[in-house]
């Protein structure tokens, strides 16, 4: 059976409040102990481990500690999401980006007892110098690119419903990634870096049409169509499985949330329809991802394919990306 791997990026209310430049993220609200025992249950119900990325700033509160506690004794693994969730962390530089890997690092150590050893960006940032602080921090994957695009299309739906100044669109001007995302590989591979190479892990999206199928645009459709959702999905898995593609799926926190659980992130996809439903979908994915696949932990799959021999590629991204490294 082939394997696939499965992550949650552990975004807290705050950060998508932050992202979405809503007051009152600076308090840091949670949701943290409602989400973390339904995450948990509904994968312990398929008999999954997978990758918990966390923010560094959310492993740092002391109010968070049980509920990432619980990821880490319930056997998952725990990677680095950054410390502030700021997806313009890849403008940084470079003694910014360490700082903030440092500090992500031990907080989420405290927190739960792990080691970070894998790295995802914000909104899917990620530059040169970034990889390159990632190898020099002994990191052994990424998984922050996302191959599709529909990346300029997200951002301007985006920034329709932000309330953002004209500084804050700025520094979000590379949130979910350029056209020329589209032309990266699908499949794992290596970055060939100065000093060594490192696993790069995409999100995948659909061979040849490029588009994303995590479940934040699956819970997008079904507030227009379950079955068109449902459809989505399974000519997406059926996709993968034509061209030899082994996915690697993105799980977000609002996949296991609806309207019933919280208004004040009604503007994001899917947020319009009640937990229920939401939770059908997963389970759904959950369910038919299980039977196909043997699933892994992002760290177990990164060793795997590493066994295997991966091709070698040169970093390349957007120009104005390693302009503002200093900013």
């Known amino acids: 059976m082939r394997p696939a791997s499965l992550s949650l990026d552990l975004d807290n209310l705050w950060s998508y409040m932050k992202t979405a430049g809503i007051s009152g993220w600076q308090d840091f609200p949670s949701y943290l102990d409602l989400v973390t025992p339904r995450i948990l249950e509904r994968l312990d119900r398929h008999g999954l481990k997978i990758t918990f990325f966390i923010v560094g700033q959310d492993a740092a509160l002391k109010e968070n500690a049980a509920a990432l506690r619980m990821i880490a004794d319930s056997g998952h693994e725990i990677a680095n999401h950054s410390f502030h969730h700021e997806p313009w962390l890849s403008r940084r530089s470079r003694e910014a980006m360490n700082a903030e890997l440092e500090a992500a690092e031990q907080a989420i150590g405290e927190a739960t007892g792990q080691r970070t050893i894998g790295f995802r960006g914000p909104s899917f940032c990620l530059s040169t110098p970034l990889l390159e ?68 892990i995409p999100v995948t999206t659909i061979p040849v049409a490029r588009a994303p199928f995590h479940l934040t645009y699956l819970s997008f459709l079904a507030t227009h169509s379950g079955a068109a959702a449902t459809a989505y999905w399974k000519a997406a898995l059926a996709a993968c499985r034509v061209f030899g593609v082994e996915p690697s799926v993105l799980l977000h926190p609002l996949d296991f949330l ?70």
């Open 133 to 200: 602080t990632l190898f020099e921090r002994a990191y052994q994957y990424d998984a922050s690119t996302l191959p599709t695009f529909l990346g300029p299309l997200a951002r301007a739906y985006y920034f329709t419903r932000a309330d953002l100044s004209a500084e804050e669109r700025r520094k979000r001007s590379l949130l979910f990634g350029s056209l020329a995302d589209g032309l990266r590989p699908i499949r794992p591979y290596e970055w060939k870096l100065p000093k060594g190479s490192m696993v790069e």
């Open 258 to 327: 609806g309207c019933d659980d919280l208004d004040i992130l009604a503007r994001f996809p899917g947020m319009q329809l009640p937990s229920q439903r939401k939770l059908a979908i997963v389970d759904m994915v959950l369910s038919d991802l299980s039977r196909s696949h043997r699933v892994l932990t992002m760290r177990a799959y990164a060793d795997e394919v590493r066994q295997r021999g991966l091709k070698l590629r040169q970093p390349s991204f957007e120009p104005d990306t390693a302009a503002l490294a200093a900013s």
